[in-house]
């Protein structure tokens, strides 16, 4: 099964450079970890935090990771959880989609001598099918369910409409994005959770580019 995690991944890879388009990744997809651990009922937000309501794993390996990774510590707001869960996490992710053929690893050297590693998307129906749910749904106004609104909040959080929509106005497409957490699809509780883990996404990427700033201003 592709996962969150995945969609996300091959979304932000180019298939001719095989790097990423998207600044900060990690954070996304360290929520998409935590969004799909709440997809299967392992955790949850509870007053506020995340919680973990069991400890099985759901057979997929970064959500897995994140999932045991919860369970060892006490419970955090979502800022806290998606910066702790990406430390690692892109690197850990990339390895697992070309561990199951979903991307291609090609070794270069830049200036013919620094190794570099290019990671391809070698999955185009994965990738395909991820951008046409997503395009369905932003054509439709709403996501039709919990799955397609998780994936359209990260894809808002990374603020990636343009990577993902090259040819569509990106206003109009985050206009409909933003809204994707808010469907009558979805229980109050996973609703609530996508949105959290949204705006957890949305506020690690503006410090972690804040941080960076203020670094490159002062050197």
Do not use: C
């Not at 935590?34 to 390996?61: C, F, H, Y």
């Not at 570099?116 to 932003?138: E, H, M, Q």
Request: zero cysteines; a positive charge; proline letters at 4%.
């Amino acid at each position: 099964m592709v996962s969150l995690v995945d969609d996300i991944v091959l979304l932000a890879y180019d298939d001719a450079t095989g790097r990423s388009r998207v600044g900060h990744l990690e954070f996304g997809i360290a929520g998409a970890a935590l969004l799909e651990l709440v997809l299967a009922e392992r955790v949850s937000l509870t007053d506020g935090k995340i919680s973990v309501d069991d400890r099985a794993p759901i057979g997929q390996a970064v959500p897995d990771a994140a999932l045991a990774a919860l369970a060892a510590d006490k419970p955090r707001k979502p800022k806290a959880v998606v910066q702790r869960l990406a430390r690692g996490v892109k690197r850990r992710a990339l390895d697992d989609l070309a561990a199951r053929g979903l991307m291609r690893v090609q070794h270069d050297r830049v200036l013919g001598l620094f190794p570099l590693r290019r990671y391809i998307p070698g999955a185009a129906g994965a990738k395909t099918d991820a951008r046409f749910r997503l395009a369905s749904a932003v054509d439709l106004g709403r996501a039709p369910d919990a799955r397609t609104a998780a994936l359209g909040s990260i894809v808002y959080a990374l603020n990636m409409e343009r990577v993902v929509f090259p040819d569509r106005q990106k206003s109009q497409v985050r206009k409909v994005l933003k809204n994707f957490s808010e469907g009558s699809w979805a229980s109050e509780a996973t609703r609530g959770a996508i949105q959290a883990a949204q705006a957890a996404v949305m506020a690690a990427v503006t410090a972690a580019a804040a941080a960076a700033a203020s670094s490159s201003s002062g050197s």
